[in-house]
Protein backbone atom coordinates (compact mmCIF):
# COMPACT_ATOMS: atom_id res chain seq x y z
CA UNK A 1 0.00 0.00 0.00
CA UNK A 2 1.38 3.44 -1.35
CA UNK A 3 0.27 6.73 0.89
CA UNK A 4 -0.24 9.93 -1.46
CA UNK A 5 -1.93 13.07 -0.77
CA UNK A 6 -3.33 11.43 2.40
CA UNK A 7 -5.12 8.84 0.01
CA UNK A 8 -3.70 5.05 0.07
CA UNK A 9 -3.13 3.18 -3.72
CA UNK A 10 -2.55 -0.35 -3.91
CA UNK A 11 0.02 -1.36 -5.97
CA UNK A 12 -1.45 -3.08 -8.95
CA UNK A 13 -0.66 -7.02 -9.45
CA UNK A 14 1.55 -8.33 -11.67
CA UNK A 15 0.30 -10.21 -14.26
CA UNK A 16 1.79 -13.41 -15.79
CA UNK A 17 1.83 -12.86 -19.96
CA UNK A 18 3.30 -13.99 -23.28
CA UNK A 19 4.66 -11.56 -25.65
CA UNK A 20 2.71 -12.27 -27.94
CA UNK A 21 -0.66 -11.64 -26.40
CA UNK A 22 0.92 -8.22 -24.81
CA UNK A 23 2.33 -6.97 -27.99
CA UNK A 24 -1.53 -7.01 -29.13
CA UNK A 25 -3.08 -4.83 -26.23
CA UNK A 26 -3.78 -1.63 -27.52
CA UNK A 27 -6.56 -0.43 -25.53
CA UNK A 28 -5.85 2.13 -22.38
CA UNK A 29 -8.55 2.15 -19.20
CA UNK A 30 -8.75 5.44 -17.48
CA UNK A 31 -10.14 6.08 -14.12
CA UNK A 32 -9.71 8.50 -11.55
CA UNK A 33 -8.51 6.53 -8.70
CA UNK A 34 -6.72 4.17 -10.81
CA UNK A 35 -3.23 4.01 -12.61
CA UNK A 36 -4.15 3.48 -16.55
CA UNK A 37 -4.75 0.38 -16.87
CA UNK A 38 -4.22 -1.61 -20.54
CA UNK A 39 -6.83 -3.51 -21.61
CA UNK A 40 -5.58 -7.38 -22.05
CA UNK A 41 -7.04 -9.29 -25.46
CA UNK A 42 -8.05 -12.11 -23.19
CA UNK A 43 -10.34 -9.79 -20.76
CA UNK A 44 -8.69 -8.99 -18.03
CA UNK A 45 -6.92 -5.11 -17.63
CA UNK A 46 -3.39 -4.25 -15.77
CA UNK A 47 -0.81 -1.93 -15.58
CA UNK A 48 2.67 -3.95 -14.88
CA UNK A 49 3.38 -7.54 -15.72
CA UNK A 50 6.02 -10.26 -14.48
CA UNK A 51 7.81 -12.18 -17.30
CA UNK A 52 10.71 -14.43 -17.62
CA UNK A 53 13.01 -14.61 -21.21
CA UNK A 54 15.92 -14.10 -22.78
CA UNK A 55 17.24 -10.36 -22.83
CA UNK A 56 18.65 -10.50 -26.03
CA UNK A 57 20.37 -7.27 -26.09
CA UNK A 58 20.27 -3.86 -24.72
CA UNK A 59 21.52 -0.83 -26.30
CA UNK A 60 21.38 2.93 -25.24
CA UNK A 61 20.04 5.47 -26.99
CA UNK A 62 22.14 8.18 -27.34
CA UNK A 63 25.99 8.16 -25.43
CA UNK A 64 25.98 9.07 -22.14
CA UNK A 65 22.19 9.13 -21.82
CA UNK A 66 21.22 6.41 -19.10
CA UNK A 67 18.44 5.34 -21.37
CA UNK A 68 18.66 1.78 -22.51
CA UNK A 69 16.67 -0.41 -24.89
CA UNK A 70 16.23 -3.56 -24.28
CA UNK A 71 14.25 -6.38 -25.63
CA UNK A 72 13.24 -10.18 -24.06
CA UNK A 73 12.23 -12.95 -25.60
CA UNK A 74 10.12 -15.79 -24.48
CA UNK A 75 8.73 -19.18 -26.39
CA UNK A 76 6.13 -16.51 -28.32
CA UNK A 77 7.46 -13.85 -29.03
CA UNK A 78 9.72 -10.67 -28.37
CA UNK A 79 8.97 -7.84 -25.31
CA UNK A 80 10.80 -4.14 -26.28
CA UNK A 81 11.10 -2.07 -23.40
CA UNK A 82 13.20 0.94 -22.23
CA UNK A 83 15.06 1.40 -18.68
CA UNK A 84 16.50 4.61 -17.33
CA UNK A 85 17.51 6.77 -14.18
CA UNK A 86 13.95 7.04 -13.25
CA UNK A 87 14.12 2.91 -12.37
CA UNK A 88 17.87 2.86 -11.09
CA UNK A 89 17.39 -0.35 -9.65
CA UNK A 90 16.68 -2.11 -13.01
CA UNK A 91 18.88 0.22 -14.57
CA UNK A 92 21.86 -0.32 -12.29
CA UNK A 93 21.04 -4.58 -12.89
CA UNK A 94 20.99 -4.07 -16.58
CA UNK A 95 24.58 -2.60 -16.44
CA UNK A 96 25.95 -5.76 -14.83
CA UNK A 97 24.26 -7.78 -17.56
CA UNK A 98 26.00 -9.54 -20.52
CA UNK A 99 23.24 -10.65 -22.56
CA UNK A 100 22.42 -13.03 -23.98
CA UNK A 101 20.97 -14.09 -20.39
CA UNK A 102 17.80 -15.90 -18.86
CA UNK A 103 16.16 -12.47 -16.77
CA UNK A 104 12.85 -12.02 -14.57
CA UNK A 105 11.51 -9.06 -15.01
CA UNK A 106 8.61 -6.88 -13.00
CA UNK A 107 7.76 -3.63 -15.17
CA UNK A 108 5.17 -1.11 -16.15
CA UNK A 109 3.49 -1.33 -19.77
CA UNK A 110 3.28 2.14 -21.26
CA UNK A 111 1.23 2.31 -24.66
CA UNK A 112 2.80 4.80 -27.50
CA UNK A 113 0.24 6.01 -29.40
CA UNK A 114 0.84 7.19 -33.04
CA UNK A 115 -0.99 8.30 -36.41
CA UNK A 116 -1.23 5.07 -37.49
CA UNK A 117 -0.45 2.69 -34.89
CA UNK A 118 0.09 1.55 -31.22
CA UNK A 119 2.97 0.21 -29.65
CA UNK A 120 3.16 -1.47 -26.40
CA UNK A 121 6.47 -1.02 -24.55
CA UNK A 122 7.64 -2.04 -21.12
CA UNK A 123 9.96 -0.36 -17.96
CA UNK A 124 11.26 -2.21 -16.09
CA UNK A 125 11.24 -1.89 -12.08
CA UNK A 126 13.48 -5.71 -11.47
CA UNK A 127 15.49 -7.05 -13.42
CA UNK A 128 17.23 -10.08 -12.45
CA UNK A 129 19.28 -12.77 -14.17
CA UNK A 130 17.84 -16.64 -13.25
CA UNK A 131 18.70 -19.93 -14.37
CA UNK A 132 16.64 -21.72 -16.80
CA UNK A 133 14.34 -23.65 -14.20
CA UNK A 134 12.85 -19.83 -12.94
CA UNK A 135 11.90 -19.52 -17.09
CA UNK A 136 10.32 -22.77 -17.45
CA UNK A 137 8.34 -22.63 -14.48
CA UNK A 138 7.17 -18.96 -15.58
CA UNK A 139 6.35 -20.82 -19.12
CA UNK A 140 3.95 -23.50 -17.44
CA UNK A 141 2.49 -20.95 -15.00
CA UNK A 142 1.82 -18.28 -17.83
CA UNK A 143 0.44 -21.05 -19.87
CA UNK A 144 -1.83 -22.04 -17.24
CA UNK A 145 -2.98 -18.10 -16.45
CA UNK A 146 -3.59 -17.45 -20.10
CA UNK A 147 -5.62 -20.35 -20.81
CA UNK A 148 -7.93 -19.59 -17.69
CA UNK A 149 -7.94 -16.24 -19.21
CA UNK A 150 -9.65 -17.65 -22.29
CA UNK A 151 -12.00 -19.82 -20.74
CA UNK A 152 -13.35 -16.88 -19.28
CA UNK A 153 -13.28 -15.16 -22.52
CA UNK A 154 -15.42 -17.59 -23.68
CA UNK A 155 -18.22 -17.76 -21.05
CA UNK A 156 -18.32 -14.21 -21.39
CA UNK A 157 -20.81 -11.76 -19.28
CA UNK A 158 -17.66 -9.87 -17.72
CA UNK A 159 -17.42 -6.36 -18.33
CA UNK A 160 -13.70 -6.61 -19.08
CA UNK A 161 -14.34 -9.82 -21.13
CA UNK A 162 -17.24 -7.77 -23.72
CA UNK A 163 -14.95 -5.04 -23.58
CA UNK A 164 -12.18 -6.95 -25.10
CA UNK A 165 -14.65 -8.82 -27.52
CA UNK A 166 -15.47 -5.17 -28.90
CA UNK A 167 -11.82 -3.74 -28.94
CA UNK A 168 -10.21 -6.82 -30.40
CA UNK A 169 -12.15 -9.66 -31.59
CA UNK A 170 -9.76 -12.25 -30.74
CA UNK A 171 -9.44 -15.38 -32.38
CA UNK A 172 -9.49 -17.72 -29.12
CA UNK A 173 -8.42 -21.08 -30.84
CA UNK A 174 -5.33 -19.13 -32.04
CA UNK A 175 -4.25 -17.73 -28.88
CA UNK A 176 -4.66 -21.42 -27.55
CA UNK A 177 -2.73 -22.44 -30.03
CA UNK A 178 0.57 -20.50 -29.24
CA UNK A 179 -0.18 -21.09 -25.60
CA UNK A 180 0.27 -24.90 -26.47
CA UNK A 181 3.70 -24.33 -28.93
CA UNK A 182 5.19 -22.35 -25.83
CA UNK A 183 4.80 -25.93 -23.30
CA UNK A 184 5.94 -28.00 -26.43
CA UNK A 185 8.58 -25.80 -26.88
CA UNK A 186 9.68 -27.01 -23.34
CA UNK A 187 8.85 -30.64 -23.81
CA UNK A 188 10.86 -30.72 -27.30
CA UNK A 189 13.90 -29.11 -25.80
CA UNK A 190 13.95 -31.50 -22.31
CA UNK A 191 13.63 -34.34 -24.87
CA UNK A 192 16.83 -33.41 -27.09
CA UNK A 193 18.54 -32.91 -23.63
CA UNK A 194 17.68 -36.49 -22.09
CA UNK A 195 18.22 -37.96 -25.97
CA UNK A 196 21.96 -36.48 -25.60
CA UNK A 197 22.63 -37.18 -22.12
CA UNK A 198 21.90 -40.45 -22.99
CA UNK A 199 24.05 -40.85 -25.50
CA UNK A 200 26.92 -39.92 -23.50
CA UNK A 201 26.57 -42.24 -20.55
CA UNK A 202 26.20 -44.91 -23.47
CA UNK A 203 29.58 -44.19 -25.19
CA UNK A 204 32.08 -46.57 -23.07
CA UNK A 205 35.75 -45.58 -23.07
CA UNK A 206 38.12 -47.68 -25.50
CA UNK A 207 40.86 -48.91 -24.22
CA UNK A 208 44.27 -47.58 -25.47
CA UNK A 209 47.53 -49.09 -25.67
CA UNK A 210 50.86 -46.95 -24.73
CA UNK A 211 52.13 -46.90 -28.26
CA UNK A 212 48.80 -45.92 -29.64
CA UNK A 213 48.74 -43.49 -26.42
CA UNK A 214 51.96 -41.93 -27.88
CA UNK A 215 51.07 -41.60 -31.44
CA UNK A 216 47.46 -39.63 -30.38
CA UNK A 217 49.40 -37.30 -28.44
CA UNK A 218 52.17 -36.86 -31.12
CA UNK A 219 49.00 -35.91 -33.71
CA UNK A 220 47.46 -33.26 -31.12
CA UNK A 221 50.86 -31.44 -31.43
CA UNK A 222 50.98 -31.62 -34.80
CA UNK A 223 47.06 -30.92 -35.12
CA UNK A 224 48.07 -27.81 -32.42
CA UNK A 225 50.32 -26.25 -34.71
CA UNK A 226 48.17 -26.05 -37.68
CA UNK A 227 45.16 -24.53 -35.70
CA UNK A 228 47.76 -21.69 -35.18
CA UNK A 229 48.31 -20.99 -38.70
CA UNK A 230 44.25 -21.20 -39.14
CA UNK A 231 43.88 -18.83 -36.55
CA UNK A 232 46.52 -16.36 -38.02
CA UNK A 233 43.70 -14.41 -39.67
CA UNK A 234 41.72 -13.90 -37.05
CA UNK A 235 42.19 -10.84 -35.47
CA UNK A 236 40.42 -10.94 -31.75
CA UNK A 237 40.56 -15.44 -30.75
CA UNK A 238 38.10 -14.94 -27.88
CA UNK A 239 35.28 -14.00 -30.01
CA UNK A 240 35.62 -17.29 -31.93
CA UNK A 241 35.36 -18.73 -27.92
CA UNK A 242 32.21 -16.55 -27.29
CA UNK A 243 30.80 -17.63 -30.52
CA UNK A 244 31.37 -21.25 -29.10
CA UNK A 245 29.47 -20.47 -26.13
CA UNK A 246 26.75 -19.36 -27.77
CA UNK A 247 25.79 -22.08 -29.29
CA UNK A 248 26.41 -23.93 -26.41
CA UNK A 249 23.62 -22.01 -24.58
CA UNK A 250 20.87 -24.00 -26.44
CA UNK A 251 21.69 -27.19 -24.23
CA UNK A 252 19.55 -27.49 -21.05
CA UNK A 253 19.84 -29.51 -18.34
CA UNK A 254 16.93 -28.88 -16.49
CA UNK A 255 15.64 -32.22 -15.26
CA UNK A 256 11.78 -31.50 -16.79
CA UNK A 257 9.50 -34.13 -14.96
CA UNK A 258 6.42 -33.88 -17.09
CA UNK A 259 4.13 -35.37 -14.20
CA UNK A 260 5.09 -32.67 -11.81
CA UNK A 261 3.03 -30.10 -13.10
CA UNK A 262 0.11 -32.46 -15.41
CA UNK A 263 0.72 -30.84 -18.61
CA UNK A 264 -2.44 -32.60 -19.44
CA UNK A 265 -5.01 -30.06 -18.93
CA UNK A 266 -2.46 -27.09 -21.03
CA UNK A 267 -1.90 -30.04 -24.04
CA UNK A 268 -5.87 -31.12 -24.12
CA UNK A 269 -4.18 -34.55 -24.19
Keep these: MIAMDGRSFKREIARRVFAFELNKATHKIESGDRAVQVLLPTGVSCNRVFIVGVLLDREETRPDSDF ?153 EVESWEGEEELEGVEDIESVEREEDWELEDIDEFEFEEEEWDLRDILGE
Design 68 to 220: WKVRISDPTGVFRGFVGRFQPDALESLLKIEPPEIVAVVAKIRLFEGDTTTVVTIRPEVIIPVEREVRDYWVIETAKHTLERINRMRKGGNELVELAWQVYEPDLDYYEEKVKEAVRTLLDQHAMVESETEARESEEPEEVSEEEEKAKAEES
